[in-house]
């Protein structure tokens, strides 16, 4: 295994792109400094995302995950499975806040697929509860690697 | 603020800019989306990082309580892929404005719609749901 590049191990984890076929990854709970390097990285420097004294001021318990970092989360699932240079569409909607320290899962479920494209629902769960969902769609190409074990 | 004003308002062109999707630029913003270190892709949500690194915001240039704005969804349409190294003019636009009735009082939406072109081919466009709660104006 010493020569398979880091990071594949995970693009490998996922299953073939087939008619209901559910991929799944826990992504560990961001911390604050995971917060920091995003909102340096996207240039989201909202107080309430990095100052627990500024969340609070707001009326929040404490600093509270920008969605988009989460929803970024989902976006590379759904790359990674769809295969990027094939993905065509892409959407979340928050539908409750997300904490630092809450452990995330993301689900991906193939929902229609035929010949020519295929569309994933998303979720992205804490202990069970839905903080985010989404959709994403694709065409279903010849790219080696993002269908490559897929099956019609 | 009334929907009546701000509806008067869809199809305003509220910031345009010219944007470098760098390779520091996408190295940051995948690093913070814990991809591999070896990963050359743009992440999907990556456009994201334009509008984020500007003055306008777009919630403030509608008139938006910004204490009490939240971000209802975000979307992305993609006609190529994005690669690194592009220069990207985007425009962005209110689309539309509505409200609703919530459990704490009226609901004002804004959609506003980003367009992403290079040279002349429109590349993708991202679309967030901006949503401001009830309650009294400040």
């Known amino acids: 295994m010493s020569d398979v590049p880091a990071g594949t191990d995970r693009l490998a984890a996922l299953p073939p792109l087939g008619p209901g076929a559910c991929a799944r990854r826990r992504e560990e709970p961001l911390t604050q400094s995971d917060l920091a390097a995003y909102a340096s990285a996207s240039g989201d420097l909202n107080p309430i ?47 409750r806040p997300i904490w630092p320290g809450e452990p995330l899962d993301l689900e991906a479920r193939v929902e229609e697929l035929d010949e020519e494209s295929v569309e994933l629902a998303l979720a992205l769960e804490v202990d069970g509860e839905v903080r985010i969902d989404g959709r994403a769609s694709g065409r279903v190409g010849s790219r080696s690697g993002a269908s490559e074990g897929r099956s019609l | 603020m009334e929907l009546e004003e701000l509806q008067s308002r869809e199809g305003e062109v509220l910031d345009r800019f ?72 985007v425009s962005v636009r209110l689309e539309k404005a509505f409200e609703r009735e919530g459990g704490s009082g009226r609901l004002l939406f804004a959609i506003v719609e980003s367009d992403y072109r290079d040279g002349e081919a429109l590349v993708a466009r991202s679309a967030a749901t901006l949503v401001q709660l009830g309650g009294e104006a400040r």
Do not use: C, K, Y
């Not at chain 1, 065509?88 to 539908?95: A, I, K, L, N």
């Open chain 1, 49 to 95: 995302h990095l100052d627990d004294a500024a969340a609070r001021a707001a009326g929040l318990p404490g600093v509270v995950v920008m969605g988009m970092l989460p929803a970024g989360l989902l976006g590379r699932l759904a790359a990674d499975w769809l295969g990027l240079e094939q993905l065509e569409h892409f959407s979340v909607r928050f539908r």
């Open chain 2, 18 to 89: 010219r944007f470098e999707v760098s390779p520091s630029r996408v190295a940051a913003f995948s690093a913070a989306l814990r991809a591999p270190g070896d990963s050359t892709d743009v992440p999907p949500t990556f456009l994201q990082a334009a509008a984020l690194n500007r003055s306008v915001v777009p919630h403030l240039a509608l008139g938006f309580d910004a204490a009490r704005v939240r971000h209802a969804d975000q979307s992305f349409r993609f006609f190529e892929p994005i690669r690194v190294g592009s220069v990207l003019d």
